[in-house]
């Protein structure tokens, strides 16, 4: 069975607005969940309230094989940042930005994961980039 990183969009779409509950289902069926050590570090940074925080910590407990970038997805992140961020003229910002994005493709390549999210911009930049594998929901 193959393996699919959630993108930190999927995660907060769906626990904040209540979207993505049949593709999430199919997406279960199909597809063993890996997590991304990238994605829980942007949950939990973004997690303000005490029960947003919560739930991060439930789902990193529920995490125990996490995914992470290597040395070489890093570098490998900068060139991809440098290379795609000229060629769309973006401000330092929407570099940083674009880093996590970056690193989370990097891993689900190396692991021949799909990547599923509702960043369809930044993933669709990727995926021309390193033919990865994307799945937007």
Do not use: C
Not at 76 to 94: P, S
């Amino acid at each position: 069975m193959h393996s699919a990183i959630l993108d930190t969009t999927v995660y907060i779409g769906h626990w904040e607005r209540g979207l993505y509950e049949e593709p999430l289902a199919a997406i279960r069926k199909a597809f063993v969940i890996r997590h991304s050590a990238v994605v829980l570090s942007e949950l939990r940074r973004g997690a303000r309230t005490r029960d947003a925080q919560r739930l991060v910590e439930a789902l990193y407990r529920l995490a125990p094989l996490r995914w992470e970038p290597t040395a070489e997805d890093w570098w490998e992140a900068g060139r991809l940042i440098r290379k795609v961020g000229d060629a769309h003229r973006w401000d330092k910002r929407k570099r940083r930005d674009f880093q996590d994005d970056a690193l989370i493709a990097l891993t689900a390549r190396r692991h021949g994961a799909i990547v599923v999210t509702a960043n369809r911009m930044n993933f669709d930049l990727l995926s021309q980039e390193l033919s990865l594998s994307v799945l937007p929901v």
